[in-house]
């Protein structure tokens, strides 16, 4: 049984090789495994961490290859269905000089067919976070899978991490987002979110002025890139800068980073939260952890590991 639980996409990212390209003038695009909850999962798993996976994917080439991929990853699929009559989600990435990414276009469907009764209790025993973002939400369906799995972590004492990771993408409707993630925000321990999503959704970037709406939150993180991250842990703001680094696509970066505070959530107790030295060499490491993610294409560093985190850490 997984300490980590994740719910939520699975889904192939086809970035464009060259950059500045779109769907006209793309020559290539290279397939990357994907989706935030598989990036987190993967993140963990390589940084030892006994992490699983929910959620589904079709039975088609795509899907073959991303449970080929977590599994060699070492993440528990148990818990991903295979559909026999839905296409594997695959999002089409561009990136430009910088390495900064957009979305440009998406198939498939697979991973909205989630649904409450894919949710084993069992599968909670040992549990100790549930990590999901938010775009479930966009669909009825794994909705309501999401509320499934939140009545699970409450029964069995299981913190709850939520990333927005806001693809209006993934919406037919996008204006719905303001009135779903609220409600799904009141079941949080911890937030994490970009600078522009804290603006999108609370007209703020502040982590204590987020922090104020939701006061049952233990700890608000929002990323800001190149500038780092700002962050409120143990009621303290603080600020931690990012590591310099050759930047080739920011796909994932946010992911690793989060996979990277968990990882160092479950090494330390809620009082150490209220040290802000410990709270800062937390933030760090998964400063670190992110900025790995960017050196490459796709999501996951192919070397990643708690060593190559450390290396980075000592020579920055």
Known sequence: ????????????????????????????????????????????????????????????????FLLHFLQAAGVDTTQVKVLPDAQTREVFVARDSAGDRHFVKTTGNADLFLAPQHLSPQYWRDAQFL?????????????????????????????????????????????????????????????????????????????????QKFNHLEGVIVTEGEQGCRYLLGERQSRCPALKVNAVDT???????????????????????????????????ATAMGALATTCLGAIHPDLSPSLVQQMLTES
């Open 251 to 285: 796909t994932g970066a946010g992911d690793a980073f989060l996979a990277g505070f968990i990882a160092q959530l479950m090494q330390h107790s809620l009082q150490d939260l209220a040290d802000p030295v410990i709270a800062y060499q937390m933030i760090r490491f």
């Open 131 to 211: 990590v999901l973002g938010t775009i479930p939400l966009a669909n009825p369906e794994t909705s309501r899978a999401v509320g499934r799995a939140l009545k699970l972590a409450e029964a069995g004492f299981v913190r709850v991490v939520v990333d927005i990771n806001w693809r209006p993408l993934f919406w037919q409707q996008p204006a719905q987002a303001q009135q779903l993630i609220p409600i799904l925000l009141k079941h949080a321990d911890f937030l994490k979110l970009s600078h522009e999503e804290a603006f999108e959704f609370f007209h703020t970037s502040a982590p204590a002025a987020i922090a």
């Open 1 to 64: 049984m997984p300490k980590v639980i994740c719910l939520g996409e699975i889904l192939v990212d086809r970035i464009a090789t060259a950059v500045n390209a779109d769907l006209e003038n793309a020559e290539q695009w290279q397939s990357y495994a994907g989706g935030a909850p598989a990036n987190v999962a993967v993140n963990l798993a390589k940084l030892g961490v006994e992490v699983g996976l929910v959620g589904c994917v079709g039975q088609d080439r795509a899907g073959e």
